[in-house]
């Protein structure tokens, strides 16, 4: 069982910025998008590290990025427009998730 993002988002510009709650069970981070992302990026506003995978198993140990505290990502170009999954190795803070599609 997946635990369920808690997203609150945040319009500013043409930009969508969404709070994700961190987690010991992998929860979305991204969802695919029907529209075309154009940009993305992740903050790990977390004193814990965040793993993040295009796979919903993502874990500790199976993972594509590891994320320290306080670090940010940004998507490379061409932009990865599916979903973006992510866990911690703690539970105590969250994720800064900000995303740019075509429709905006």
């Known amino acids: 069982m997946f635990a369920a993002a808690h997203l609150t988002p945040v319009h500013s510009g043409s930009w ?6 961190s987690s010991a069970t992998p929860v979305l981070l991204l969802t695919g998008s029907a529209y075309g992302r154009k940009d993305a990026a992740i903050f790990n506003h977390s004193s814990a590290s965040l793993y993040i995978s295009p796979d919903q198993h993502v874990s500790t140990g199976s993972f594509a990025l590891k994320m320290t505290s306080g670090s ?5 170009k061409p932009i990865y427009t599916d979903k973006v999954w992510g866990v911690w190795d703690g539970v105590n803070g969250f994720a800064m998730v900000s995303e740019k599609s075509t429709t905006e």
């Open 16 to 21: 969508v910025v969404s709070r994700v709650a």
């Open 72 to 76: 940010y990502y940004e998507l490379p």
